[in-house]
């Protein structure tokens, strides 16, 4: 979803079940590295 939508890291983390937004991203950046946003930048192309 971060990578193929526009929808806020917020909607998304609760789209996928999470409780708050700051859960999503402890867990997101200890399995990847780096926060929803910075992961969105490397990887998302812009849909337009």
């Known amino acids: 979803?971060?990578?193929h939508s526009?929808?806020?890291?917020t909607s998304i983390a609760f789209?996928?079940?999470f409780n708050s937004l700051?859960?999503?991203e402890r867990i997101f950046r200890k399995k990847f590295g780096v926060s929803p946003i910075k992961y969105?930048?490397?990887v998302s192309f812009k849909i337009r």
């Open 40 to 42: 969105r930048k490397m």
């Open 15 to 17: 789209e996928t079940g």
């Open 6 to 9: 526009e929808k806020s890291v």
């Open 22 to 24: 700051s859960s999503f």
């Open 1 to 3: 979803m971060l990578r």
